[in-house]
């Protein structure tokens, strides 16, 4: 009788152990991370030696509002043949900077050729996401071996995503170099310095 008790007990729980194998996650760190990616979004306008022309001008800017053009994504100029003029560049840089950014100076490569006489604006956009998330897949069970879930992680990386300004922050964060670092910490140091209850 006992070695049959026994037998059922071990049945028992290869069976569940079988059905928990499917995760092999026994840590609190997350396998769904955040995945950026980027999008290249190009306009050929014909830039004179005068400049641009009103037309043109016009163009660029209901280009950029289809676009909604924001923080985060990053404009440039593709001129590989160097025939644009001053003055279409400087007309590109002030309907750029009415949407509070700058132009980058280098600019990614896309595709096609570039003909003499047009220039090239380039709106690269990054996007951030969780592939795989949310994983219903497989239904919530006991697990005994202290493993994570398929959605372990899901919630807070997507919520993260979501509310990443500039989703390239994710990869090298902010260049903090050429700061005042005393400055940015002076509203602290007045917070704790305070003198709390007129001591």
């Not at 001008?57 to 280009?63: K, Y």
């Not at 069970?141 to 300004?165: I, K, P, W």
């Amino acid at each position: 009788m006992r070695i049959v008790s026994m037998a059922i007990i071990t049945g028992v729980s290869l069976s569940l152990a079988a059905c928990g194998s499917t995760t092999a996650n026994r840590s609190v760190y997350s396998e769904r991370q955040p995945v950026v990616s980027k999008a290249n979004f190009v306009l050929d306008l014909s830039a004179g030696a005068g400049g641009l022309s009103k037309a043109e001008q016009n163009r660029l800017s209901g280009w950029l509002d289809a676009l909604e053009l924001g923080y985060g994504d990053r404009v440039s100029i593709d001129d590989p043949g160097y025939t644009t003029s001053p003055a279409a560049k400087e007309a590109v840089e002030n309907i750029v900077a009415d949407y509070g950014l700058l132009v980058s100076d280098q600019a990614p490569v896309t595709e096609g050729y570039v003909p003499a006489g047009l220039m090239r604006v380039v709106v690269t956009r990054a996007t951030a996401s969780v592939p795989g998330c949310p994983d219903y897949s497989h239904r919530s069970h006991t697990d005994f071996q202290v493993r994570t879930s398929e959605n372990y992680g899901c919630g807070t990386n997507s919520t993260l995503s979501a509310m990443m300004a500039n989703p390239e922050d994710l990869v090298r964060g902010e260049n903090a170099e050429g700061e005042d670092q005393s400055r940015a910490s002076k509203a602290i140091r007045a917070y704790r310095d305070k003198n709390v209850g007129g001591q």
